[in-house]
T-cell receptor, first 115, second 111 residues
Framework: DGGITQSPKYLFRKEGQNVTLSCEQNLNHDAMYWYRQDPGQGLRLIYYSQIVNDFQKGDIAEGYSVSREKKESFPLTVTSAQKNPTAFYLC??????????????FGPGTRLTVT | LAKTTQPISMDSYEGQEVNITCSHNNIATNDYITWYQQFPSQGPRFIIQGYKTKVTNEVASLFIPADRKSSTLSLPRVSLSDTAVYYCLVGGNTGGFKTIFGAGTRLFVKA
């Protein structure tokens, strides 16, 4: 059964701690993305990767880091430098990594709460 | 990247057809128009995509006029389960990749 998995579904951390969110896909997609969604708002792009060992900053990359060592995995680290980390984080993938002509498949999301 | 404008919210009743219009006045020649649906606490789900004229699939139709400066998502005979946020995205294969998921249109279907 192909798809994208994100874990955990809920994550609680203390302020000042780094935290890593997992994203795995078995769709054999080249491109992967991380978005952040705040209550009542749309999605904002944090980072994207068009191919293994390559990734690019999105609109709100400050305070976040990523790696893409394997095609199926794209973990996101929320660092202590991120001033407002509490949010709903969504990972997505697509066949191609260039532009919007490719359908994005989304994971179920991780809701991060930092206190 | 073309900016999009959608109504913030819409109400409808079960069984009605719902049309959500998206404005994208500065759409580029290579841009596609894509619509996603999102339920609370879930990731968005692809609904339909088009470049020009009309596209239809099993869940929706997408109408795009000749000037492509707007598009209309049409949901036939909505049910309560169609209550969700609908996002219109415009973008293409050139100029790098950026995504703008705006606030979307919050559709509320009533019984």
């Amino acid at each position: 059964d192909g798809g994208i998995t994100q874990s955990p579904k809920y994550l609680f951390r203390k302020e000042g701690q780094n935290v890593t969110l997992s994203c795995e896909q078995n769709l054999n997609h080249d491109a992967m993305y991380w978005y952040r969604q705040d209550p009542g708002q749309g999605l904002r792009l944090i980072y994207y990767s068009q191919i293994v060992n390559d990734f690019q900053k999105g609109d709100i990359a400050e305070g976040y880091s990523v790696s893409r060592e394997k095609k199926e995995s794209f973990p996101l680290t929320v660092t202590s430098a991120q001033k407002n980390p509490t949010a709903f984080y969504l990972c997505a993938s697509s066949i191609g990594g260039q532009g919007h002509s490719y359908e994005q498949y989304f994971g179920p999301g991780t809701r991060l709460t930092v206190t | 990247l073309a900016k999009t404008t959608q109504p913030i919210s819409m109400d409808s009743y079960e069984g009605q057809e719902v049309n959500i219009t998206c404005s994208h006045n500065n759409i580029a020649t290579n841009d596609y128009i894509t619509w996603y649906q999102q339920f609370p606490s879930q990731g968005p789900r692809f609904i339909i995509q088009g470049y020009k004229t009309k596209v239809t699939n099993e869940v929706a139709s997408l109408f795009i006029p000749a000037d492509r400066k707007s598009s209309t998502l049409s949901l036939p005979r909505v049910s309560l389960s169609d209550t969700a946020v609908y996002y219109c995205l415009v973008g293409g294969n050139t100029g790098g990749f950026k995504t703008i998921f705006g606030a979307g249109t919050r559709l509320f279907v009533k019984a």
